[in-house]
């Protein structure tokens, strides 16, 4: 068992923030696996083959995240904000630290025996290799990530509400006691079973980051990384429901709204798709649907998301939230 004592100081600088690198890593890890999954399978047989189509699972970052064990800690810079944008997390990784870079593919090559020949590359020369590393991030993001994006903030946001909510209510106490069954708060300080390793502040730097997550799994991860605080990164709550099908039974009433078209492909849109395979689900002629997407992305309840040579759309969190409405 770890323990991370608190003072009043690191209790005040406690805090929550959305990580989009919380989800990179975890979920290339999921997709490479190719093992069946519980939660996340439907999320996976979609975005498998657009991954594979791109050459990323034999890229950069299938070196730098292996199948299990350590992910080297400058892919998780920690958040300055609440929600960073993900552009601002590739920033810090650029800016990462030579030595640290190295550091951390050190401690990578002590857990699997070597590096990998991309990898050596990297350590010797970070500051010329890391930007090619965050552009491979950011096309895994818009082809992974960025389209379903909307959907796995809202359950991130509502797990960080409910939290806070907690403590609100209850105190600080309660809420590491309800966070994740393997950790409890007791006599100033924050115990962590199955963690190798003690945490003693002084080699922690001050406070806690706690980042909820949709794809870390069934257990907790830790970024130890002084002088930043230490990052914690916890299964959100509602994940179980995150991929669930949600028919808009009472959007007919946006068809007054919008027209019969464009509320037609709002509903469509459950699953990210592409123009050409909207118009196949619809029976909508290409340049319609094409016309009607542009009108939407203009009103901000589609996003589109570059995927190769085709784009993706998807509905935005306002798009989900005027269909809940219309559904109630």
């Not at 100081?9 to 805090?15: C, E, F, H, T, W």
């Not at 429901?241 to 019969?260: D, F, H, I, Q």
């Amino acid at each position: 068992m770890a323990e991370l004592a608190f003072s009043a100081s690191d209790l005040a600088q406690v805090r929550f923030a959305v990580s989009p690198m919380w989800e990179v890593a975890p979920s290339f890890r999921l997709l490479t696996s190719h093992t069946a999954h519980p939660v996340h399978g439907r999320w996976a047989d979609q975005v498998r083959p657009r991954v594979a189509a791109a050459g990323l699972d034999r890229g950069w970052l299938s070196e730098l995240i292996p199948p299990t064990g350590y992910v080297p800690d400058f892919l998780n810079p920690a958040p300055a904000g609440p929600a960073p944008a993900p552009a601002a997390e590739w920033e810090a990784i650029q800016a990462s630290p030579t030595d640290r870079v190295r550091q951390d593919l050190d401690h990578l090559a002590r857990h699997r025996g070597s590096l990998a020949p991309r990898l050596r590359t990297l350590h010797a020369d970070p500051a010329s290799f890391l930007p090619k590393v965050t552009q491979e991030i950011e096309t895994y993001w818009d082809l992974a990530l960025a389209p379903y994006w909307a959907r796995i903030r809202a359950v991130l946001d509502a797990d960080i509400f409910h939290r806070a909510r907690t403590v609100a209510e209850h105190g600080a106490g309660h809420l590491f006691n309800d966070l994740h069954g393997s950790m409890s708060w007791h006599d100033n300080a924050l115990n962590l079973v199955r963690r190798k390793r003690n945490l003693p502040r002084e080699s922690t730097g001050a406070g806690l980051l706690l980042i909820p997550s949709a794809f870390t799994g069934p257990g907790l991860r830790t970024r130890v990384r002084p002088p930043d605080p230490p990052q914690l990164a916890y299964p959100a709550r509602g994940i179980g429901a995150l991929w669930e099908a949600r028919p808009a039974t009472g959007a007919s009433v946006l068809t007054p709204v919008l027209g019969r078209s464009r509320t037609l492909l709002l509903t469509e849109l459950e699953t990210p798709a592409s123009t050409t395979e909207l118009a196949h689900r619809t029976g909508l002629s290409p340049a319609g649907v094409s016309q009607h997407l542009t009108a939407l992305r203009n009103a901000g309840l589609v996003s589109a998301h570059r995927a190769g040579r085709s784009v993706l759309y998807a509905r935005t969190a306002a798009a989900e939230t005027l269909l809940e409405a219309a559904s109630a």
